[in-house]
């Protein structure tokens, strides 16, 4: 869970701060999916709506960045299997 103190959560969300951990970076992305779900309100829709969003982004994030990543390191150093 994101529990950062009170004063960074100010600053990250009056300032527009990049997050400076992972910490932060966790509190942010769970800060939008609490607002996206207070927002659209209590429901299985909205639920889910979060969950696949951030399904989705994140194995698209594995695909384009960690992917081609690990490629690299393995022609870098070598193959292990």
Same mark, same amino acid.
């Given at each position: 869970? $994101?529990? &950062?103190? !009170?004063?960074?959560?100010? +600053? %990250?969300?009056? @300032?527009?701060?990049?997050?400076?951990?992972?910490?932060?970076? !966790?509190?942010? &992305?769970?800060?939008?999916?609490? @607002?996206?779900?207070? /927002?659209?309100?209590?429901?299985?829709? =909205?639920? #889910?709506?979060? %969950?696949?969003?951030?399904?989705? =982004?994140? %194995?698209? /994030? +594995?695909?384009? &960045?960690?992917? $081609? +990543?690990? #490629? @690299?390191?393995?022609?870098? !150093?070598? @193959?292990? +299997?």
């Amino acid at each position: 869970m $994101p529990y &950062i103190k !009170n004063e960074r959560r100010q +600053y %990250l969300a009056t @300032d527009g701060s990049w997050p400076g951990v992972a910490g932060e970076l !966790n509190y942010l &992305i769970t800060k939008l999916c609490k @607002d996206y779900y207070e /927002f659209h309100g209590p429901s299985y829709q =909205a639920i #889910n709506d979060c %969950l696949g969003a951030l399904e989705g =982004a994140k %194995l698209e /994030f +594995y695909r384009r &960045i960690a992917v $081609p +990543y690990e #490629n @690299d390191k393995c022609q870098t !150093n070598g @193959d292990c +299997y």
